[in-house]
């Protein structure tokens, strides 16, 4: 459920399609992000999931499933 | 008309080089939001002389040296209009004195209002910005900030700081289609400069090479050519707009 919502909001602000994006996918590497793409992205799943997501923790994040465990933890979802 | 339902917030558009901007702008056919900090009724009445002749205008007080506040407003301008597709940080105050003499309040005061201030708005309105995928924002510098000036150490480094923001945000942010430029104003017949005395005015209008002080009007027509479609290639530059003063 975090992961489908997660995917999506990928797919809108990075532009890469739905089903090339995983758990394992790295933003940088494999869906061709840049910093600044990062930043939107988490600013949006900051507004998605209603949490916020200090400097130090989003400089950890480099997957998908980084992304979807750090909203995992975060949430009651 | 070249800007035809683009929000625009222009700081420090209560009076001079503001004042026209937030003019200007609103000819054609922007949505012009005046931010004023001190003076609500000039604020007003420029408001009025837009919304009178069929513009659309509100005012905002903030101090753009207090984030927070920065941030609200500009929070609001997105609730309301759903979009912020030009923004011109043109507030700036002087505080003059020779280094030896000067407070260091004063420093910190003008910094924060020229530079931080800039930096405050960028900071807020640029997340829309990308969002959007597009922007423009005009930073307005000053000659001082590339030749210095004696008395006006705070003031100079403030433009000069401007300066170097307006390129790194150009950087930053010129994969998001936001273009960033300073304009540079030379002697500017304002409430800014109507303070020097007679024989300074005399000495300034001798050093510039169209022999003439220029108005708001010229600084705010740069404005309008920044803000529209016409400037898309450019980006992280300094225009002059001082009649040869300096080159």
């Known amino acids: ?77 | 008309m070249k800007l035809k339902g683009k929000v625009a917030l222009i700081t420090g558009a209560s009076s001079g080089i503001g004042r026209a901007i937030a003019l200007k702008f609103a000819l054609e056919g922007a949505i012009v939001i005046v931010n004023y900090s001190g003076n609500a009724e000039s604020a007003q009445k420029v408001v009025e002389e837009i919304n009178s002749s069929g513009g659309i205008c509100e005012s905002i007080k903030c101090d753009v040296s207090n984030y927070d506040d920065v941030k609200n407003m500009i929070d609001n301008i997105i609730e309301k209009y759903n979009s912020i597709d030009i923004l011109v940080n043109n507030a700036g105050i002087t505080k003059d004195n020779l280094i030896m003499r000067m407070d260091v309040e004063d420093f910190d005061r003008v910094i924060d209002v020229n530079l931080k201030g800039c930096f405050n708005t960028i900071k807020c309105a640029s997340r829309y910005m990308i969002k959007q995928k597009h922007g423009k924002i005009i930073n307005m510098s000053s000659v001082i900030g590339i030749t210095g000036n004696a008395g006006q150490a705070n003031y100079a480094a403030s433009k000069a700081g401007v300066i170097a923001l307006t390129k790194s945000a150009a950087k930053e942010f010129a994969s998001r289609n936001i273009n960033v430029n300073a304009i540079a104003p030379g002697y500017i017949e304002t409430r800014m400069t109507e303070v020097l005395n007679e024989k300074i005015k005399e000495d300034i209008i001798d050093k510039i090479p169209l022999k003439k002080a220029g108005n708001p009007e010229d600084v705010a027509k740069t404005a309008l050519f920044l803000a529209c479609d016409e400037s898309n290639y450019i980006t992280g530059q300094v225009i002059n707009v001082d009649g040869g003063m300096v080159m």
């Open chain 1, 1 to 77: 459920m975090i992961f489908e919502k997660v995917k999506e909001r990928i797919s809108d602000i990075l532009g890469v399609d739905s089903d090339d994006i995983t758990m394992d996918s790295s933003f940088i590497d494999d869906l061709g992000a840049d910093s600044l793409d990062i930043v939107e992205l988490i600013m949006a799943l900051e507004e998605e999931f209603d949490i916020e997501i200090p400097d130090e923790d989003a400089e950890r994040i480099q997957t998908v499933g980084d992304v979807v465990d750090y909203i995992k933890e975060h949430t009651d979802m």
